[in-house]
């Protein structure tokens, strides 16, 4: 099946934005969900709406079946050993808050160290900022190469045996940098570390085996590979899972309560406090058949396409600059002349083009970067040749517009 054909099953795709057909260019801020987990959530919703685990009645058991059966689609997907080792949570960002709350507090102390990148997105950054703060670690930061990928022999030197957590996006959002996880998670475990890993922008794009990658940790969203906006995933290793206490407290997570005591389930419901998120289980559960029905390695290719396609056109345009390495994800940021990427993104809308622009929840890269802002395209398994090609012509007009603004 071909882009072409991919794009016909995303139902949002199919429409004019100000009088143009719509290209949609920001699926790193979050994907268009394929007709098959439209009608998963509906037919949730219209058929088996009920709570799980709580009750023996139909429908309460055709929901528990199907929110665990996504847990198992999970466990299957980024191949973990268990479905005890597959926790569901609102996104990313809270799944690294829960290491950094429930493991990084307990675990760390003054002396030791946390080690990220200047390329992390704020969900990766402040929760550790805050732990550290509480903790009395010290935040220290990998060196970058001028081309946005991490120095891997300066990495031997900042990562110490004082180095108590390493945790590193796998995909950069803004350069598209692949990381070296594997790598670093082997630095990380010789010197005692454990390994967490932002998989945001990778797990829609790449096939993930978290045994192989040896990480500790690993974090998604399932709002940026077609599934609804909402649940998350957190992976742990279970020896790390069952020793650490839970981020939230109160139904579903508990086994036995006293009056000043209490006892948690088991794995992993002892992290999922509250009615959990049923439905957006359940679509997810829908996004993952649907991604591996494309298959990644189908997937790899289109997106490398694109990006080569995207340097050979845009290449073209006088006066723009693209940031980072030409070996990337399917993600494009770029700067065109001294025009504010603000301004770019609202002549590119008024073309049916939606690109996003601003710092990306990167502030640090952006200093890093030089700049205060960028433009940035990102491409999905429904992108095209033809998307491209629209940018390129909706970037020229832009040129034009603001040349002839300032002359």
């Given at each position: ?44 919703y ?81 929760p ?97 590979l077609?599934?609804?906006?909402g ?22 997570m ?32 829908a ?17 490398q ?65 030089n ?18 090609d629209?940018?390129?012509?909706g ?13």
């Amino acid at each position: 099946m071909n882009a072409k054909e991919i794009k016909k099953l995303f139902p949002l795709l199919d429409q004019h934005v100000n009088g143009k057909p719509l290209v949609y260019l920001d699926s790193s801020a979050t994907s268009q969900k394929p007709y098959t987990v439209i009608e998963k959530l509906d037919d949730y919703y219209r058929r088996y709406n009920s709570n799980v685990h709580r009750g023996v009645h139909t429908l309460g058991t055709m929901a528990t079946d199907e929110y665990e059966g996504a847990r198992d689609k999970v466990r299957t997907f980024i191949g973990a050993e268990s479905t005890q080792e597959v926790i569901f949570t609102r996104g990313t960002t809270t799944a690294i808050n829960m290491v950094a709350s429930s493991y990084g507090k307990a675990n760390l102390a003054e002396g030791d160290e946390i080690v990220i990148t200047p390329m992390e997105h704020h969900s990766n950054i402040i929760p550790w900022q805050q732990t550290a703060k509480a903790t009395g670690a010290t935040l220290k930061y990998l060196t970058l190469l001028e081309d946005g990928t991490i120095d891997m022999e300066e990495a031997k030197n900042i990562i110490t045996e004082n180095t108590k957590i390493v945790s590193v996006m796998q995909v950069s959002n803004v350069l598209g940098t692949i990381n070296p996880i594997k790598e670093l998670a082997q630095l990380a475990h010789k010197n005692g570390a454990i390994m967490v890993v932002d998989g945001a922008q990778s797990a829609p794009h790449i096939k993930i085996d978290v045994q192989d990658l040896d990480c500790d940790f690993f974090a998604f969203s399932g709002h940026k590979l077609g599934g609804p906006t909402g649940i998350g995933v957190l992976y742990g290793k279970k020896h790390l899972l069952e020793n650490m206490e839970p981020f939230e407290f109160g139904g579903e997570m508990i086994d036995f309560v006293g009056l000043y005591e209490s006892t948690w389930k088991e794995l992993p419901w002892k992290f999922e406090g509250g009615t959990p998120i049923i439905a957006g289980a359940i679509g997810l559960g829908a996004a993952i058949d649907f991604i591996e029905d494309l298959g990644f390695d189908a997937i790899e290719e289109h997106e490398q396409e694109l990006v080569s396609y995207s340097f050979e056109r845009l290449s073209e345009i006088e006066g723009l600059t693209i940031f980072g390495p030409k070996k990337r994800a399917g993600v494009v940021t770029f700067q065109l002349d001294d025009i504010h990427p603000h301004d770019v993104a609202t002549v590119l809308d008024a073309e049916g083009i939606a690109v996003r622009a601003g710092h990306h929840c990167a502030q640090l890269l952006m200093k890093w970067l030089n700049v205060s802002a960028t433009a940035r395209a990102s491409y999905y398994v429904y992108n095209t040749e033809e998307d491209i090609d629209a940018l390129k012509d909706g970037l020229v007009k832009t040129k034009e517009y603001f040349g002839d603004v300032y002359s």
